[in-house]
């Protein structure tokens, strides 16, 4: 009897399983480098808290991943010494020292948005005489207006749009929660024109490739990047950013703070797990904490010059 899949027992997102595979081909392939034998033949014995800091260490010094991508990696191999420590008991001492490796301290940089003038930008460089360049501008315009992550982008289906009145998009985010975004007139009107050059069937895919299958995650940065390329032209302060489909993500809920929507609405906007999370655009939002000060009473200081006393200058001079 085949071992039963992970997807069908716990209900993980194929983003988590996807994460864990790779994380075990890295830690086998390690694993078979130094130790000199292939993972068929390998005890559990030998995979122990030693050989995974080792790894951890490899990923950070060998392949210069970020000290996020090393935790992402610890946090798929402790999940599977959780489960073993229910199947193999009597291993639990080397399971609890590998359960025992610390998670990385790291420091979280504000996070990147885009101003109106960007987001304008940006919206008009795709060329809308192309199919490719009407599908480009769909799928900005949602990103920006909707804040939907890149996976919840490229998996949304004809289906997941209601053009009626109250128009959203359906979408399935982290977690499996599903969840409605709202869209504004025009966002409804763009992707009201462009649902007439996909196919009719409910499980179209809304934004697709050349080929008809869905956009890849690389194929959403490519053409990200192509489209900021041009709009730099106009809007010279696009070059100096790093701009990802998560940018765009930042942009949607940046636009909310600045228009005053409750942080507990931007996290249902976005789908976050916890308000908390919706913090890390307070404190990028310098606006905000320059109204704040605008707000306070400043003390009543006048600037003055040093002058320094008596003693200060007999000093200085038996020096």
């Known amino acids: 009897m085949p071992p039963a899949r992970p997807c069908g027992q716990r209900r993980a997102s194929p983003h988590t399983i996807a994460s864990y ?109 192309t199919w490719s360049g009407r599908r480009d501008h769909a799928l900005l315009l949602l990103a920006v207006q909707g804040g939907l992550r890149l996976s919840e982008l490229t998996s949304l289906h004809r289906q997941s749009v209601c053009l009626g009145p109250g128009a959203h998009v359906r979408v399935l985010g982290k977690g499996r929660k599903e969840r409605a975004t709202p869209l504004t007139r025009q966002t409804a009107a763009v992707l009201k024109f462009w649902l007439q050059e996909i196919p009719s069937n409910t499980d179209a895919t809304v ?76 404190d990028a939002n310098l606006s905000i904490k320059e109204q704040a000060l605008a707000r306070t009473t400043p003390p009543d200081v006048t600037p003055g010059r040093f002058r320094p006393d008596d003693q200060l200058l007999a000093f200085l001079k038996e020096l």
């Not at 991508?69 to 402790?78: E, K």
Request: with cysteine.
């Open 21 to 129: 595979r790779d994380t075990f081909r890295l830690l086998l392939r390690f694993t078979q480098a130094r130790l000199g034998k292939p993972p068929t033949q390998l005890a559990f014995e030998q995979i122990d808290a030693p050989l995974i800091a080792a790894f951890l260490d490899d990923l950070e010094n060998g392949r210069k991943v970020s000290s996020r991508s090393r935790n992402l990696r610890l946090t798929a191999i402790r999940s599977f010494f959780r489960y073993a420590a229910f199947e193999m008991p009597a291993q639990s001492e080397q399971i609890q020292r590998v359960l025992a490796i610390p998670s990385q301290r790291f420091t979280r940089a504000q996070v990147g948005f885009l101003t109106r003038n960007e987001v304008d930008a940006l919206l008009a460089a795709p060329d809308r005489h």
């Open 207 to 282: 934004f697709p490739n050349a080929r008809g299958g869905r956009l890849s995650a690389d194929g959403v940065q490519y053409l990200l990047a192509k489209h900021v390329a041009v709009a730099a032209k106009d809007c010279p302060s696009l070059a100096r950013k790093r701009v990802t489909p998560h940018v765009l993500r930042h942009t949607t809920a940046m636009e909310l703070l600045q228009a005053g929507v409750d942080r507990a609405v931007i996290a249902l906007w976005l789908g976050h797990e916890s308000v908390e999370t919706t913090q890390i655009y307070l």
